[in-house]
Structures are given as C-alpha cells and as structure tokens.
DNA sequence: AACGAAACCTACTGCTCTACCGGTAACGGA
DNA sequence: TCCGTTACCGGTAGAGCAGTAGGTTTCGTT
C-alpha cells in the first residue's frame, strides 16, 4: 500500500520533470518547479531523488526501458516500418520529443550530467539500427552504402527532422519528410560500391 | 584607435562568449565567467553589452553574417560540393560545432531568446537549400523528391550527424558520413514521384 | 588647458538555486 | 500498543546569478 503510493508519487515526479525539461532544459528545470508541479514541496521531492542528478537519471532510465521495449523484433532488432510509425508517434507527442532533444543539446556541454547516456545510447542505437537495415535489405543498399555507414544517416535524420520540426511545426512535415528519406534509401537501385571507406 | 580598440574587445568577449556557451550553453554561461576569460570584471564587460541578451545576439548576429558570406554562389545560392567542404570544415571546429549544437538545443525550450533566430534562419537555410538542389539537379531528384522536399532532409542530416559526432568523434566520421549522403541523393536515378504530396 | 565621453571598477541589491539539518505526523508490523 | 520506517515540511546555509548605482581613470578633441 505505502510501496504503491510511493511508485505512483515518483511516477508523478517523473513526468513533470519530464515536463519541465522540455520547457527550461535540464540547466533550467529547477527542483522547486517541479517540486510545485506535483504538489510537494521542494523538500519533499528531494526525499524522493536525493539530488537533482539523481532525478534526470532516473527519467533517462525509465526513457531507456520504455523505447527499448516496444517496437523491437525478437531478435532485438527493429522493423523499418515500425521505425516510420515511432516518427509519427513522435509526431503526436512534441512534449516527449522536446524534452529528449532539449536535453541531447545540453548533453555535448561539457560534464553534463546525461552525456555519458547519450554516448552509450546512440553507440547501441547505430548497431540496431545496422542490424535492421541488414535483415532487411541485406548487405548492399543505394550508393553502394553498407548497413554500418548507412545507420548513422537513419540516426541524423531522425534527430535533426525534430528540431527543425520543433522549431517550425507548420514548415515542416516530419513523418513525411523521414518517409522521404526512407523512400530515398530503398527505391534506388543497390550498385557497386562508389567510394568504399576503409 | 579608440574605436579600434573598442572593436577589438567586443570580438575578443564575442569570440569568450562562443566559447563559454560551447563549454555550458547559454543558460550555464555567467557574465562573470565570460568577463573573466576576457580580463574584465563581469560590470565591464555589461558595459559592452548591456545584457546577457544583448551578448547572446550580438554572437548569433556575428554567425549569421559569418556564414551567410562564404560558400554562396553570386546568384545567392550554396554550390553542393561547398556544402560538403562545410562539413569537412566543422569537423576540425568542434567548438564552434558545439557552440551551436548547445544552442539549438536549447532554443527549442519555451521563450529562449535564440528561438526566433534559429526559426527564420532554418527556413531560409530551407530555401538557399531548395535553390541549391534545383541549380545542380532539376527538379527531379531520386525517389521522385522535389528540390523543396528534399531541402529538410539536407539540413537535418547536417544537425543530426553533429550531435553524434560531438558526443563520440571516433565512432562517427562526420565528413564521410554526410558524403555518403550526398552520394545517396546523387547516385540513383530520378524516377516519377512514388508518393506526392499535396 | 579644459571638457566630455568612453572604459572600466567596487560595492551592492535582490533573487534563485541546490542541498543539509532537524523536525513531525502517519502508518504498518510485531 | 509500541516502534521503526516512510513521507513529508520549515528553516536555512552558502553559493551564484543578472543587473544597478555611482564612482574614477584615461584619452581624444577642442
């Protein structure tokens, strides 16, 4: 009973965080805000997340379990349409992708607090990303492209789309404009390699 | 010689500036560090600029000029082979890459001060881009993508690989990365349109 | 030589921030 | 019914923040 009102108080705190980043950044998200937002006072959320720290690894951490979870094949990999689906979810969501793209232009400052995640994160993400485009496309795509060279492109334009998309929602159509990429990596002919890297 | 002197000081807290924000962002970025790093006392530096605002406009002013100037063809239009020696360029820039990775992603957050130029200057990087594409290709290009659609997916693939690169410059080859996307949109041929937009 | 402006500085105000310390009240288990 | 744990809150330390007020020195111009 006090486990389960205690889960659902740090859940509470978990999503006006989330919230908050997306408004103020994490530099800019201040415990008291928070605090406020759940209805506690300040010291009472740090009873909860003992520092500030604290708190942003604790909404990475559940970030991390939550877009692991779905969307994957048994196998670990994706599936590409399902990787269209998640850029239209985002779509629908600007808070969520707000808050991870305030927070991934914090993270390349110096000893921020969520950089290490990042790093990790985007190393995992290029390998499932190489993994998808292998299972399904195979080993050649357009432009003589391998699967490793081509995943960071999936990467970049997912991120990038979201910013301008943020910035300017009306100029920018973002699940079309990843679903343009998508037909850009798929509807051309897979020749020999151009410019092979070493 | 007074002036002269006067400018020089403004480029030298300019150029402080740039690099306190690359290192904490905007919002981390004090007065007193940047003044500090200049010589002067965080109340002379508010004599050149009489605002942390001020500052920050004065930094994004100077950038706009900056890069606006170069690369341009005398129609007003980027050549794609000096976008891509743009890319090569950042890479051995990391500060200044990371100066405005750290500010765009903290524009998107509510009432930044950056958030209105980074807005106007992405839909007229949009267009310059568009203008582009059209100039070296037509107006068809692989997968049936017009200038105009193709344009987001040029600069978001710039944005996109700055961040995984600043977050782990070994794992991504940022220049060769951005070549092998431009060798996607160059090495297919043109077909009709597969999904048109309205 | 006198003047005025530019280029600073010291001192300070008022605010906000994270975090610690020490309480207290409720509550569940023994 | 006692007792330990959980869930808080008030107070406050201690630092840093942007920005103001009011100086003084330097220096080019007249």
Do not use: C
Not at 54 to 61: D, I, P, Q, Y
Not at 97 to 106: N, R
């Amino acid at each position: 009973m006090v486990r389960a009102r205690s889960a659902e108080r740090r859940a509470e705190i978990l999503r006006a965080t989330l919230e908050m980043i997306a408004e103020r950044g994490y530099r800019g998200a201040s415990l008291s805000a928070v605090a406020e937002r759940v209805g506690l006072s300040q010291q009472g959320l740090l009873h909860y997340f003992p520092t500030k720290e604290a708190l942003l690894v604790a909404v990475l951490e559940e970030r991390d379990q939550w877009d692991t979870g779905g969307g994957t094949r048994s196998d670990g990999t994706w599936r590409i349409d399902l990787l269209a689906s998640l850029v239209e979810y985002n779509a629908m969501r600007p808070g969520i992708v707000q808050t991870f793209s305030a927070l991934l232009g914090e993270s390349v400052t110096e000893g921020h607090p969520a950089r290490e995640f990042f790093t990790r994160r985007y190393t995992q993400v290029r390998a499932s990303m190489a993994a998808m485009l292998r299972a399904e496309y195979g080993e050649r795509l357009p432009g003589g492209l391998t699967p490793e060279r081509a995943a960071p492109l999936l990467v970049a334009m997912m991120d990038g789309l979201q910013y301008q998309w943020l910035l300017d929602p009306d100029s920018v159509d973002m699940p079309a404009a990843f679903q343009d990429f998508l037909t850009l990596l798929r509807s051309t002919e897979s020749s020999a390699p151009e410019n092979p890297r070493s």
